[in-house]
């Protein structure tokens, strides 16, 4: 029982010197604040990017009138749209960016529960080096965490989203209009995986914009908590 004992305390004393190294690694101010308040720093920041910048996406347009995100077709398929366009189709070739930009607005309401759980699991070491990293390193943590999972989520609610919304049909249309025109060649991309990456680019995207005005912008860090963290890395 007393080599059990020992060993407990020596597996702690070394958990303690190395959580000793984390923190020695970090601005002499952050005495003033523990480890619990620099987590909880960092989940109050991403969950405010969740909060702000993910629930736009979801809204009608979230992805098709935002420039940052806004899905364009694929590189095979803008021949179809500018064709259709140089022929006085600009109106079916419109609609057919919007399904795709529609299906990815359906598919970022299922994000949320994902990044939460994410956020939730944020240890001291992580904290530590998000804050002191890159000005993406929440959003690069956040990315490592939740893609493959997200993923998942995205790809049959988009595929879903399509058929709700007739965008097979859409596409028929414009692929079969497209394959008429003289000299074309034929094109058959797989538009939901397209359209999924698509989406998870776009949701990362707009944390990243929300993470560098935390960081950059004093006036950002809209809570007690968040100014004393992110003050640390100023």
Request: aromatic content about 6%; charged content about 25%; proline content about 3%.
């Amino acid at each position: 029982m007393k080599k059990i004992f020992a060993f407990v305390i020596l597996l702690n004393l070394t958990a303690c010197a190395e959580l000793q190294q984390v923190i020695d690694q970090l601005p002499q101010e952050v005495g003033s604040l523990s480890e619990s308040e620099i987590g909880s720093g960092l989940r109050e920041a991403l969950e405010l990017g969740i909060d702000k910048q993910v629930t736009k996406l979801t809204q009608t347009d979230g992805f098709y009138k935002n420039d940052l995100v806004k899905i364009v077709l694929p590189e095979e398929l803008q021949k179809v749209d500018k064709a259709l366009r140089d022929i006085g189709l600009s109106s079916l070739a419109d609609e057919g960016l919007k399904v795709l930009n529609r299906a990815a607005e359906d598919a970022v309401s299922e994000a949320t529960p994902i990044f939460v759980n994410a956020v939730k699991e944020i240890t001291f070491t992580d904290a530590k080096n998000i804050l002191l990293g890159n000005n993406d390193a929440a959003t690069q943590y956040l990315t490592s965490k939740t893609q493959t999972a997200l993923y998942a989520k995205f790809n049959p609610v988009i595929k879903a989203s399509f058929d709700k919304v007739g965008a097979d049909q859409i596409w028929a249309n414009l692929i079969n209009k497209y394959n008429t025109i003289p000299f074309t060649s034929n094109v058959n991309p797989d538009l939901t995986d397209y359209v999924t990456e698509e989406a998870l680019k776009g949701v990362y995207t707009m944390i990243a914009v929300e993470e560098k005005e935390i960081r950059s912008k004093s006036s950002s860090r809209t809570t007690d908590l968040l100014r004393k963290v992110f003050a640390l890395q100023d």
